[in-house]
């Protein structure tokens, strides 16, 4: 089993994937939004290809907390997805990944138009990460009580 991280943009969707142990996150590439037929038949493609059984999308909410736009916008996404791939979405809170992502970028020494192309994934490998921790901490938390 591995979890699809999903970093949503009205254009781009980053795209990462964990190992099928769930400890990484690898950093796909990311997907140019088509139409809606096109669109479908590359994550059900993506899904049977990588065997993913579980989707973690980035719910972009505004520092205070508060949902902005792209909120709705992604929450739309998540449960066109849920019944395009009948999969479990979880969105998850990404407020600091996009930071995230820019920081190791600017680290690396990425020019600007690498550094947009780049971003999308490597919010999306971040999402996936962050998640695959939380979840790593639950089962822990578990097996001590």
Same mark, same amino acid.
Request: hydrophobic share 35%; glycine share 6%.
């Given at each position: 089993?591995?979890?699809? +991280?999903?970093?949503?943009?009205? %254009?781009?969707? +980053? $795209?990462?994937?964990?190992?099928?142990?769930?400890?990484?996150?690898?950093?796909?590439?990311?997907?140019?939004? %088509?139409?809606?037929?096109?669109?479908?038949?590359?994550? #059900?493609?993506?899904? *049977?290809?990588? !065997?993913? !059984?579980?989707?973690?999308?980035? $719910?972009?909410?505004?520092?205070?907390?508060?949902?902005?736009?792209?909120? @709705?916008?992604?929450?739309?996404?998540? *449960?066109?997805? !849920?019944?395009?791939?009948?999969?479990?979405?979880? $969105?998850?809170? !990404?407020?600091?990944?996009? #930071?995230?992502?820019?920081?190791?970028?600017?680290? @690396?020494?990425?020019?600007? %138009?690498?550094?947009?192309? $780049? #971003?999308? @994934?490597?919010?999306?490998?971040?999402?996936?990460?962050?998640?695959?921790?939380? %979840?790593?901490?639950? *089962?822990?938390?578990? #097996?001590?009580?």
């Amino acid at each position: 089993m591995r979890i699809l +991280g999903v970093d949503f943009g009205d %254009k781009n969707i +980053g $795209l990462a994937v964990s190992d099928k142990l769930l400890i990484t996150a690898q950093a796909l590439g990311s997907y140019r939004v %088509k139409n809606e037929e096109e669109d479908k038949k590359y994550f #059900k493609d993506l899904v *049977s290809k990588y !065997e993913i !059984e579980e989707i973690v999308i980035g $719910l972009p909410l505004r520092m205070d907390g508060t949902p902005g736009t792209r909120v @709705q916008k992604t929450q739309k996404f998540a *449960s066109w997805l !849920e019944n395009a791939l009948k999969l479990p979405i979880v $969105l998850w809170d !990404e407020r600091l990944t996009t #930071k995230q992502a820019l920081n190791i970028l600017n680290q @690396q020494k990425i020019s600007g %138009k690498k550094k947009k192309k $780049l #971003k999308d @994934q490597i919010s999306a490998a971040i999402i996936l990460s962050v998640y695959l921790e939380s %979840k790593r901490k639950k *089962s822990n938390a578990h #097996k001590h009580h």
